[in-house]
């Protein structure tokens, strides 16, 4: 005799109470987080201002690691991250990706600004941001990757820089730091970064072609 399989469906009113449930948490987290420092807050808290049970807040996030982790990256890979990622991989010209990734850095820190500015100086010493922050890095670091590879590929890399050297060159160039340093504290508007981040990227990385100068 066949057993019977139990169906499994997903109930649209249910992820939507779930949706907005995240929601609430992590707006409660953003709130607290910047208001006392990462460290500071623990999940009960987080979750009496979100309205929620703790254990509700462990199922959807884990730890407060994971909340952070999620907080980080509903900032920093947006639909602004999104839209530019997705011209710079409709692209084939490597040359062209290397000079549109300047549009890429821009949309992540232009966005961690807005979202997450009053957060990162409340927590300016916080264990688990910088924790975060370095496996961010490494991620963004290992993206990179395949940009460079193709402009050593298709010959356009400049002589006098192996592909290491290019890879570091451009997670040095497009760096929360350069950002921080030219828009936060130097008075650069965004798309003057965005502009000066694409002339530099170029000039840095990219073979002039035969006849054609820097000048």
Same mark, same amino acid.
Request: hydrophobic share 45%; glycine share 6%; no cysteine.
């Given at each position: 005799?066949?057993?019977?399989?139990?169906?499994?469906?997903?109930?649209?009113?249910?992820?939507?109470? /779930?949706? #907005?449930? $995240? +929601?609430?948490?992590?707006?409660? @987290?953003?709130? &607290?987080?910047?208001? !006392? %420092?990462?460290?500071?807050?623990?999940?009960?808290?987080?979750?009496?201002?979100?309205?929620?049970?703790?254990?509700?807040?462990?199922?959807?996030?884990?730890?407060?690691?994971?909340?952070?982790?999620?907080?980080?990256?509903?900032?920093?890979?947006?639909?602004?991250?999104?839209?530019?990622?997705?011209?710079?991989?409709?692209?084939?010209?490597?040359?062209?990706?290397?000079?549109?990734? /300047?549009? #890429?850095? $821009? +949309?992540?820190?232009?966005?961690? @600004?807005?979202? &997450?500015?009053?957060? !990162? %100086?409340?927590?300016?010493?916080?264990?688990?941001?910088?924790?975060?922050?370095?496996?961010?890095?490494?991620?963004?670091?290992?993206?990179?990757?395949?940009?460079?590879?193709?402009?050593?590929?298709?010959?356009?890399?400049?002589?006098?820089?192996?592909?290491?050297?290019?890879?570091?060159?451009?997670?040095?160039?497009?760096?929360?730091?350069?950002?921080?340093?030219?828009?936060?504290?130097?008075?650069?508007?965004?798309?003057?970064?965005?502009?000066?981040?694409?002339?530099?990227?170029?000039?840095?990385?990219?073979?002039?072609?035969?006849?054609?100068?820097?000048?």
């Amino acid at each position: 005799m066949a057993t019977r399989r139990k169906r499994t469906y997903a109930s649209p009113r249910r992820d939507e109470a /779930a949706a #907005v449930t $995240r +929601s609430r948490v992590l707006d409660a @987290a953003r709130t &607290l987080f910047a208001r !006392r %420092g990462i460290d500071a807050v623990t999940i009960s808290q987080i979750a009496e201002r979100a309205g929620v049970s703790s254990s509700s807040v462990y199922a959807l996030f884990k730890s407060k690691e994971g909340l952070l982790l999620a907080l980080t990256q509903e900032a920093l890979f947006g639909r602004g991250y999104r839209a530019a990622s997705a011209r710079l991989d409709a692209e084939a010209d490597p040359v062209e990706q290397i000079r549109m990734t /300047a549009s #890429v850095a $821009r +949309s992540i820190y232009e966005s961690e @600004a807005t979202e &997450l500015g009053l957060l !990162r %100086g409340a927590s300016s010493f916080s264990l688990a941001l910088r924790r975060l922050e370095a496996t961010l890095e490494e991620k963004r670091f290992a993206l990179q990757e395949t940009r460079v590879r193709r402009l050593f590929e298709a010959g356009r890399a400049r002589e006098d820089l192996s592909l290491e050297k290019a890879r570091r060159l451009l997670w040095m160039y497009t760096s929360r730091d350069v950002y921080r340093l030219l828009v936060l504290e130097g008075g650069f508007t965004p798309e003057e970064y965005e502009t000066w981040l694409a002339q530099t990227l170029l000039a840095a990385l990219v073979a002039p072609l035969p006849g054609r100068s820097r000048a």
